[in-house]
């Protein structure tokens, strides 16, 4: 069964500090894969997306995430993070074959100043 | 444009009423998601559609029907709503590979 695992429910940072969040999935092929963030109370906004090609992608807000198909894994990076990046962030991967948009737990994303 | 918008945004229920929550969008997406998101699990599907008068299954579909009998407009049904169904709901349209979303509807039943 597709499945996706986000490993890490809480993060801490200081601002100015760098980001990796995880995302692992389980499928039969390459899924397309993408990353959300929601903000307190808000919708989901779309930060980036891969499907093909160039395994290092680069979304909004300075974020990039790297797509390695070895470990399965989909990971979003930030270099510097800023105080405005406190949010949640979901990775889901899109199964085409079935047209369904699995989303992981989320990573809850705290910035200290 | 409006997107995706879905009604209402808030709503208390009593354990066994029924209710329906609309979710309509402007961009003329075949594929529209219904979710629920609940602390600790992430978004969860509870029925999809590929196409107008087409619905599927998703994770947690016990509890709810749906129907898309126009194309612009995806409606989620309780008919008999239980405490374990408050949650936060979103609505999703999709156009080949990017999903846009509702702002959300939280519906307590107490």
């Known amino acids: 069964a597709q499945s996706v695992t986000q490993p890490d429910i809480h993060i801490t940072v200081s601002e100015g500090a760098s980001l990796e969040l995880r995302c692992n999935y389980s499928?039969?092929?390459?899924?397309?894969l993408f990353w959300y963030v929601q903000s307190p109370g808000q919708g989901l906004q779309l930060l980036l997306k891969?499907?093909?090609?160039?395994?290092l992608v680069q979304g909004i807000k300075g974020f990039e995430a790297e797509f390695k198909r070895s470990q399965s894994s989909f990971n979003l990076r930030k270099p510097s993070v800023h105080w405005s990046d406190a949010a949640e962030y979901f990775c889901a991967p899109w199964d085409y074959n079935t047209d369904k948009l699995i989303f992981g737990t989320g990573t809850r994303l705290q910035v200290f100043p | 444009n409006a997107g995706v918008t879905q009604t209402p945004k808030f709503r208390v229920l009593k354990t066994g009423q029924s209710m329906t929550l609309l979710c309509a969008q402007d961009m003329n997406h075949e594929y529209m998601y219904w979710y629920r998101q609940d602390p600790g699990m992430g978004l969860r599907l509870i029925h999809y559609s590929v196409g107008e008068g087409t619905t599927a299954k998703g994770e947690v579909p016990d509890g709810y029907n749906v129907s898309r009998l126009k194309k612009q407009n995806f409606l989620l049904g309780l008919e008999s709503a239980a405490p374990s169904q408050t949650s936060v709901y979103f609505c999703a349209s999709r156009e080949n590979t990017e999903a846009f979303f509702g702002q959300g509807t939280r519906l307590t039943v107490v």
């Open positions: 499928y039969g092929a390459t899924p397309y």
């Open positions: 891969y499907f093909s090609g160039d395994t």
